[in-house]
Every structure is written in C-alpha cells, then in structure tokens.
C-alpha cells in the first residue's frame, strides 16, 4: 500500500523551463490538493481537486497549471519556471469525510 | 475567510519539561481541527484531529470554541518530539486545509 507518492522527488529546472509534477494515490480518494512548503510561510494551498475531472484554485494558483484525468493522479505543471517557484511541493489526498490528509514525501524543486 | 495563527515560530524546551505549542483559529462557521507534525525532511503526518479527541505520541489537544484556540500539549517532552508542527483547520464543503505557519520544537538533552 503506497498511499501517496510523488515524482520526481528533486529537480533542478532553469528560467523558462517547464516541468510536470505527478501525484498518485491508490486509496481510492475523491480529494487531492497541491500545496507549497516555504521558510516561514507554511503551507499554502495551490490547486485543488473534488473528484476525477475537476480542478480548482486554491491561495497561490498563478503561475501553476493542474489536471486530474484520472482519479489516482493529480498533476501540477509549470509551464515557465521562475525562481520565486522554488520551493518543495506537497501533494495530499483525502477521502470525502473528516479524516485528515494523507501526504506524499514531496518534490523539492529549485529554479535558477 | 479562516485563518490559522501558530504564534511561536519557534520553541525550545528541556527534556521532561511541558511543552505547550498554540494555535488560534479564525472561521465563521464549525471548523474541525488538526495537529501535524513534519520531522526533518520528511512528509507530514497527521497527529491529532479534535473531533477524536484522542492522545498520541504523549500529546492532546482541545478545542476552545470560546477562545477560538486549538492548543498542542504534552506534559513531558522526549528528544524524538523535536520537529515541526503545523495546526490545521478544515471548513466547508470541500475539504481545504488551511495551515499555520509552524512552529519548530526543539527539545534539548
């Protein structure tokens, strides 16, 4: 049982490049959710997902694109790569009720 | 709008020492609460969640609806509690975490 897991877990990527994140769970969750970790800023909150085939914004959306084709997978893309991006990026899942996140190990990523 | 506000960025206590970490919540409606914690470099897990109102790991937190808070609390503090905390809060329909800045307990020998 894997739960979450994320891919790539580092990239070094350069301005103006681009670069898809990809979340999987196999816990059969509805919700999944892409947050970034920053210095003293917590986590904040940068698309969402309520079910297969939606997507939503969440606190930090610009810049960030999101697709969730299948239920399993969320994927987040930066389509050009800027340095206020680097940061490490969290994926969670959670299923349609009160139980929590379940996250994934996270991607750390670095624009330069 | 809710808002979560984790005064402290950081905390350091002795060993044995009680250790007390805040949180104060801001939402208009029933918000359900959540505790995680993030040791080094590693993903968050859930600790705590108020509407279980259990104890894990030494730790427990209650709501104070009155006070707006969500306070973590342990009565003595091992070395292995040494990480970061976030306090969460969930409301509405869709299930949004909303997250603190964290603190960072640091527990000293």
């Known amino acids: 049982n894997a739960g979450v897991t994320q891919t790539p877990k580092f990239r070094v990527l350069k301005t103006g490049q681009s670069m898809t994140l990809l979340c999987a769970q196999d816990?059969?969750?509805?919700?999944m959710y892409w947050y970034r970790q920053d210095p003293g800023m917590g986590l904040r909150l940068i698309h969402y997902s309520v079910g297969e085939g939606t997507t939503a914004k969440g606190e930090v959306p610009d810049g960030y694109n999101v697709s969730r084709l299948k239920k399993q997978n969320f994927l987040l893309g930066l389509e050009s790569a800027a340095p206020s991006q680097t940061s490490v990026y969290f994926c969670?899942?959670?299923?349609?009720?009160?139980?929590?996140?379940?996250f994934g190990s996270g991607t750390r990523l670095t624009v330069v | 709008a809710q808002r979560v506000t984790q005064p402290e960025k950081l905390l350091s206590v002795f060993k044995g020492a009680p250790v007390e970490l805040k949180c104060n919540y801001s939402y208009s409606g029933s918000p359900e609460l959540f505790w995680y914690v993030q040791y080094s470099r590693q993903r968050l897990q859930l600790l705590l969640r108020?509407?279980s109102r259990e104890s894990i790991k030494g730790f427990t937190a209650d709501l104070n609806k009155g006070e707006t808070s969500f306070h973590l609390k342990k009565p003595f503090a091992q070395e292995e509690d040494s990480a970061m905390y976030y306090c969460?809060?969930?409301?509405?329909?869709?299930?949004?975490?909303?997250f603190g800045k964290g603190t960072l307990l640091t527990v000293n020998p």
């Open positions: 108020h509407i």
């Open positions: 969670a899942s959670s299923y349609l009720g009160s139980s929590g996140y379940t």
């Open positions: 969460a809060l969930s409301g509405g329909s869709n299930y949004k975490l909303t």
């Open positions: 816990m059969n969750h509805e919700y």
